[in-house]
C-alpha cells in the first residue's frame, strides 16, 4: 500500500502506511522455501518485530528529495535485511551471547546456532539481491542507482562500518576508552547504517552537494544519538520494555556512553545531537524535512 504523505498532522498515519508497506514488501522478498528450514530461520529473524527505524529513514529521505518510491523500498527492505542479520550473528554465543531479541528467543536459541550464522548470512546476500533486480526498467532501478546503492550500504556495512565497530566493541571488554574512541567505535557500529539509509533514500531522488552534505551530517547526528540514547535505557529500562536483555553491556563490563560520561550527561548528549540533527536540516536547502526532523525526535524521546 502506498503510505500517505507526512504533514504536522498525521505522523503517525505516516508512520503506519509505510510499516505496512515495508512488512509487507520484507514478507515477499524473505522466502520461506529456502533449503532445510533455512527460509523458516531467515523470516524468524527478520519478520514481526523491531522498530523499523531503518526503513522509515530511508523513505524519508526520498520524500525530502521527491525522489523513486519504489526504488527507496527496495532500500528500505535491503538496509533492514542488513540491520537483521547483524543482530542474528551479534546475539549468538560468540559475540554478545543473547537469548532475547524483540521480545522473543533469538535465532541461534531457536533454530540453532549453524541455522542462525546461515540465516544471518543469507539475509546479507538478500540484501544486495534486493538491490539488483534483473529487470530495472521495471523498477526505477537504473544501473547507476544500484551501483549507488549499493556501495552505501556495502560500505556502512563492512570493516570501516558496522562489522568494524563490533570488532572495536568486542576487543574494548573490560577497557577503558575515553569519549572519543567511543565515539568512534559507535559511529562504525551503530551510527553508520543510520546514516546509509538516510543517504541511500537520498540518493533516489537528485540531491545537489549542499543537500547531500547536510542529509549526511544528519545522518551521523541521529546515529550517535541513537547509540546514546540506547546507552541510556540499558540502564534505566526493563527487559521487557526493550525486548532484549536489560543492563548487558554492564554486566559484559563494556564502555557505554553512561559509564563514561555518566548518566545525566548522556542525557544532555542526546539532546545536543538532536539539536545537530535538526540544524542540519535547516542547512539543507530541502523543503520536505518534516518526517526527518520527527524521526530524529522520536530516537532521542523513545523509551524502548
Same mark, same amino acid.
Given at each position: 500500500m502506498d503510505a500517505p504523505a507526512v504533514s504536522a498532522l498525521n505522523f503517525d498515519a505516516w508512520t503506519r502506511g509505510h510499516l505496512e508497506a515495508v512488512e509487507a514488501a520484507l514478507d515477499a522478498w524473505v522466502p520461506a522455501d529456502a533449503p532445510a528450514g533455512l527460509g523458516q530461520a531467515m523470516r524468524y529473524g527478520v519478520l514481526d518485530g523491531g522498530k523499523r527505524l531503518r526503513p522509515l529513514l530511508v523513505m524519508a529521505a526520498?520524500?525530502?528529495?521527491? %525522489?523513486?518510491?519504489?526504488a527507496a523500498m527496495r532500500a528500505a527492505v535491503a538496509v533492514e535485511l542488513i540491520h537483521a542479520y547483524s543482530l542474528v550473528h551479534d546475539d549468538m554465543p560468540c559475540m554478545d551471547n543473547d537469548v532475547l531479541r524483540r521480545g522473543k528467543p533469538t535465532v541461534? !536459541? /531457536?533454530?540453532?546456532?549453524? +541455522?542462525?550464522?546461515?540465516?544471518?548470512? &543469507?539475509?546479507? &546476500? *538478500?540484501?544486495?539481491? !534486493?538491490?539488483?533486480? #534483473?529487470?530495472?526498467?521495471?523498477?526505477?532501478?537504473?544501473p547507476a542507482l544500484q551501483a549507488r546503492l549499493t556501495s552505501l550500504l556495502a560500505r556502512s556495512a563492512g570493516h570501516a562500518g558496522m562489522a568494524g565497530g563490533q570488532a572495536i566493541d568486542l576487543a574494548s571488554v573490560g577497557m577503558p576508552l575515553d569519549e572519543a574512541a567511543l565515539r568512534d567505535m559507535h559511529r562504525r557500529k551503530t %551510527?553508520? *547504517? *543510520? +546514516? &546509509?539509509? !538516510?543517504?541511500? =533514500?537520498?540518493?533516489?531522488? #537528485?540531491?545537489?552537494?549542499?543537500?547531500? +552534505? &547536510?542529509?549526511?551530517?544528519?545522518?551521523?547526528?541521529?546515529?550517535?544519538?541513537? #547509540?546514546?540514547?540506547?546507552?541510556?535505557?540499558?540502564?534505566? /529500562?526493563?527487559?521487557?520494555?526493550?525486548?532484549?536483555?536489560? =543492563?548487558?553491556?554492564?554486566?559484559?563490563?563494556?564502555?557505554?556512553? !553512561?559509564?563514561?560520561?555518566g548518566l545525566?550527561?548522556?542525557?544532555?548528549?542526546?539532546?545536543?545531537?538532536?539539536?545537530?540533527?535538526?540544524?542540519?536540516?535547516?542547512?539543507? %536547502?530541502?523543503?520536505?524535512t518534516a518526517a526527518l526532523a520527527w524521526l530524529a525526535d522520536k530516537v532521542v524521546e523513545r523509551e524502548s
Open positions: 526520498c520524500e525530502a528529495l521527491h %525522489g523513486a518510491p519504489a541461534h !536459541v /531457536q533454530f540453532g546456532e549453524a +541455522q542462525a550464522m546461515l540465516a544471518g548470512d &543469507a539475509m546479507q &546476500a *538478500l540484501a544486495f539481491e !534486493v538491490l539488483t533486480p #534483473q529487470e530495472a526498467s521495471d523498477t526505477g532501478m537504473a %551510527g553508520a *547504517l *543510520l +546514516q &546509509a539509509s !538516510v543517504l541511500m =533514500g537520498a540518493a533516489c531522488g #537528485q540531491p545537489d552537494a549542499r543537500a547531500w +552534505q &547536510a542529509l549526511s551530517d544528519f545522518g551521523a547526528a541521529l546515529g550517535l544519538a541513537f #547509540q546514546v540514547v540506547d546507552d541510556i535505557l540499558d540502564v534505566t /529500562q526493563a527487559s521487557a520494555t526493550l525486548g532484549k536483555t536489560a =543492563g548487558k553491556d554492564i554486566d559484559a563490563n563494556k564502555p557505554t556512553y !553512561v559509564s563514561v560520561l545525566e550527561a548522556a542525557r544532555r548528549h542526546a539532546q545536543d545531537l538532536r539539536v545537530q540533527a535538526h540544524e542540519a536540516l535547516a542547512r539543507s %536547502g530541502l523543503a520536505d
